[in-house]
């Protein structure tokens, strides 16, 4: 067996990894580079290897940077099926079609307004890719377990998001397992990450490999956030992703309602088509999360769920002069409706913005969140005069400890460890607890390396 890794292994998104067992060619993931813009180039580059030839794809979880280019490699020739958690399916409805969508409003805008250095700017993909790509989508037995070929595949639920699963390939004896993204031991919606046993060769991810999650109280410090926001008569905007992160804060909203922290009468809104319907499907699969289903029925009472465009434009500038609390997407500030909001409000030292999980470098989240002063969007610089603060206990990945942890399972140490899925310092950190704490073989592979099994 080759193992090739295309994205995902000098960067924390892209995450893309090719198995050739010498029958078939499964791509573990195929996800959107994102953050810088040299990353972000990738997107348009070769995948590494000719869509046509990859046999399927096993997709772990249904963000971007892991599902995300999933409509270009059908584009571009790729025939086969894709095989995924029946709400990782669901999920992937939203987001790339979504993703899709804004692709197309930005090359819209930028031959608009002529900021492309191409004649014509055109999208990585279309609606329209997005939509025949999830026609390849195939649901997989209740028990998570097929067959394709000689291969058994299973898939293991790790927490982090609705549907997301580690991926097990045995093949001629030897199993292969890739990590997907690792949920935490104690998340506010998900269960922890499912153990497991055996792996001959391992890809573990490394998003959080270098840092711990701060021993706090989230509700609580949303609380402080909030108090502070409301004594200066301002607003408080909630850049989120719009899939499980949108509807923890949901959930941590509703608890500081209840205990009479937020008024009861403060408008809170949830401006993000995605997120609204995101939050329904959470709803439908609420078997899948740790809290009860009378909390989970509470999630929008009271929420006003944003719907049009014109109606966002409206209240971005409602909340400028009236004290609201504001839940948008995009969750890094790359995109969406998030940026009306930001316009409007980073002027004004009465508002707060505050990011609550992790910014991938070389986005607007991890620029405001470094102390930048001015922050450029829709081809304008924007003064950042309103406070800017963090809220990494709301991240749904699993830090060092937990990685640590969730390794420390195995019965036995995997003859190899790819560690992949991280920002470099974060990547080799890991490796080197790994090798010094386990004694395992590691390494952090190479983009676009390929190795024998």
């Not at 982090?160 to 292969?176: E, F, P, R, T, W």
């Not at 408008?267 to 699969?285: G, N, V």
């Not at 769920?305 to 500030?333: C, D, F, N, T, Y």
């Amino acid at each position: 067996m080759k193992l090739s890794f295309l994205g995902a292994a000098d960067s924390v998104t892209g995450s893309r990894h090719l198995l050739d067992t010498g029958e078939q060619r499964l791509l573990l993931d195929c996800g959107l580079f994102q953050g810088y813009k040299a990353l972000r180039e990738r997107n348009w580059a070769p995948l590494g290897v000719a869509p046509v030839t990859v046999d399927a794809v096993l997709l772990s979880h249904a963000h971007l940077d892991h599902s995300g280019y999933l409509p270009a490699l059908v584009k571009q020739g790729f025939h086969g099926q894709i095989f995924s958690t029946g709400a990782t399916r669901e999920l992937c409805e939203v987001l790339l079609t979504d993703s899709a969508h804004l692709q197309e409003e930005d090359a819209r805008r930028a031959n608009r307004i002529g900021s492309s250095r191409h004649e014509k700017a055109l999208p990585l993909y279309t609606v329209k890719d997005a939509q025949r790509a999830l026609a390849h989508f195939v649901g997989l037995p209740r028990d998570g377990r097929l067959r394709l070929g000689r291969s058994e595949i299973r898939f293991t639920p790790v927490g982090h998001l609705l549907g997301a699963s580690a991926i097990s390939v045995k093949h001629g004896g030897k199993a292969v397992v890739f990590s997907g993204d690792l949920g935490r031991s104690r998340d506010l919606l998900m269960p922890p990450p499912q153990p497991l046993e055996h792996a001959d060769v391992l890809l573990i991810e490394s998003t959080y490999g270098n840092r711990r999650h701060p021993a706090q109280d989230v509700e609580q410090a949303l609380a402080q956030i909030v108090q502070r926001t409301l004594q200066r008569n301002g607003s408080l905007l909630l850049p989120s992703f719009a899939i499980g992160r949108a509807q923890a804060l949901l959930l941590v909203i509703q608890r500081l309602r209840e205990r009479g922290v937020i008024p009861a009468d403060l408008p809170i809104y949830l401006d993000s088509p995605m997120a609204r319907e995101a939050t329904e499907i959470t709803l439908k699969h609420g078997r899948l999360l740790r809290i009860g289903a009378a909390e989970l029925r509470r999630l929008t009472d009271g929420v006003h769920l944003v719907a049009k465009a014109p109606e966002s434009m409206k209240i971005a500038a409602q909340v400028a002069r009236r004290s609201a609390i504001v839940i948008s997407a995009s969750g890094m500030a790359t995109g969406g409706r998030v940026l009306n909001y930001l316009q409007t409000l980073l002027p004004s030292s009465r508002h707060q913005v505050c990011f609550p999980g992790f910014q991938v470098g070389g986005t607007r989240g991890a620029k405001l969140i470094a102390g930048e002063r001015e922050i450029k969007m829709h081809g304008e610089y924007v003064p950042v005069n309103a406070e800017i603060s963090h809220l990494e206990g709301f991240s749904g990945h699993a830090d060092c400890d937990e990685l640590m942890d969730w390794l420390r399972g195995f019965r036995q140490p995997p003859s190899q460890v790819f560690v992949v899925h991280g920002e470099p310092a974060a990547s080799d950190a890991l490796r080197s607890r790994i090798q010094d704490e386990l004694g395992w073989r590691v390494r952090v592979p190479q983009h676009g390396e390929t190795v024998t099994l």
